[in-house]
DNA sequence: TGTACATCAGTGAACGCGCGTTCACTGATGTAC
DNA sequence: TGTACATCAGTGAACGCGCGTTCACTGATGTAC
C-alpha cells in the first residue's frame, strides 16, 4: 500500500470522525461541510477528495449509528445466559434506552424527524434492523422453548403483514412457525420501546415520569409478558408466573 | 375598535397564517422570516412588529399544533357515547394518527426531533397536555364504571411518579382513588400510541407492518385489554370479555 | 538508479445563494384640544 | 370641524454572518521504462 493511499484512508476516517463528532454535539443540523473543513484545518473543496457532498456523509453516519446502537445492545444482550429469556429481554430494552441517552442526536439521526433535503438511501435498510432482530431472536427462542401449535389468532387485516415478516424471519435463519399474534406482540414491543424512549428524549415526561430507567424497566416486563401471553399453551399449562 | 388595530390584527393573523402554511409544506426548518416577508409581499423588517422574532413564531406554532391536535381528537372523541369506554377508546388512537398524518411537519415539530437553537416555552406545556388528559379520562371513566378497591401492585420505584400523575388527575377532575397499575397502563398506552405513530412517519415499518390503520386498531384494543386487566376484580368478575 | 510522465491532494477563489435582526426614516393614521 | 402633534406601520439599506459546490491550478507522490 501506498503512501498515498494510506494517507487517503487516515484522512477519510479523520473526516468520519470529524463528523461523528459535530453529529454528537450540534445535531444533523450541525453538519456542515465548511465547518468540517475547518474542524480538519483544510479548504472546503478539499472534502469532495473523499466524499461526494453533505449527503453521503449522512449516509455514513445513518448506518453507523444503527451499527453501534445495534453493536451494543448485541454485546450486552450476549452477556446473558442464553435460557434467561426475560432477562435477555430486559437487558434489550434496558439497553436501547442507555444507548439513546449517550448518544441522542445520533439517535433523533435515525428515529427521529427526518433531516429535510435528505432521503436515506437503500444502503441503510439493512443495519436499520439490528435490534428487531434480537428481539425476533429472543421471541423465537421463547417459542422453540416453550411453544406448540395453537395460540391465539392474528387479525385477518394484518395477514398480509404478517407473512412479509414471517419471509424475513425466515431469511434470518429463525424458526418459523411462531404464531402471528406472538410475532405481533414483538412487533409491538419494539414500538412501545422506541416511543418510551423517544417521549423521554423529547422531554414529554416531564410532568408524568421521572424515573425512566424505572419505567422502561416495567414496561419491559409487561411487553414480555404480553409476549409468553401469545403462546396460549403456555397459558394453560402454567398461568403468568415468570 | 380603530381601523389600526384591526388591519394590525389582520396582519398578524395573515402571518401565522403564512407560518403555518410553510411548515406544513416544507417543516420547521422552512419556516424562515425573510421567506414569510417574501409570502406576505413585506420587507422582513416590518415582520417585528407582530413578533419579537422566530422564536415567538414557533412557539405559536407549536402550541397551535398541540391544540390542533387536541381539538380534533376531542371532537371525534365526543361524538362516542360516553359508556362505549373501549369504542371511545379506540377513537382517540385512530384519531391521532389520521391527524398526524394529515400533518406530519406540525406532529414532527412537537413529537419530533427538537428543534436546534429553540427551547419551547413553559407556556407550551398546558397545551401538550389534550390527549393524555382524554385517555386518562376514559381510564378514568372505566375505574368509576367497573372498578373496586384491589388490584395489581404498581412497582415501588415508581410511587413518587404516581403520585405527581395523580395529583395532576385531581386538577384537572377525575377519580383520583384508580390504582396506580391502572394508572401506569394508561401511560403505557400513550407511550405505544406515539411510538406506532412516529415509526410510521419515519417509514420505520417499512419492511414489516404497512397496514398502519389495522395495526394502531390492533394495538389500541391491546392497550384497552390491558388496561381493562390491570383492574382486578374486573377480571374476576367477567374475564378477558368486551 | 534515474528520468519522464501521470496521477492526484489540496489551495484559493469564486458562484450564487441564503439567513435573522437592527435602525433611521417616511408617510399615513389617530388623538386632543 | 380643523389644526397640531403623537403614534406607529412599513421601507430600504445595512450588518455580519453562513452555506454547498465547482474549478483552474500548484506541487508533491507514484509509476514505467
Redesign the pocket.
Known sequence: M???????DA?RRRLIDAAYTRLATEGAAG?????L??DL??????????VS???ELLTILVIDAYESLAETVRRAEAGVPRTELERRWLTVWVTVREWALAHRNEYQLIYGTPVPGYEAPAETIAPASGVTLLLAQISSDLWTARGNGAADPAPVSLAEDLSRIAAWVVAHGMSVDAPGAMVLATVEAWTTLLGAVGLELGGHFRGSIHNNAAYIELLARRSYAALRATILNDRVREGADV
Do not use: I
Open positions: 501506498t503512501a498515498r493511499a494510506e494517507a487517503r484522512f453538519l456542515r461541510m465548511r465547518q473543513a475547518r484545518n483544510v479548504t472546503p473543496g478539499a472534502l469532495y477528495r473523499y457532498g453533505r449527503d
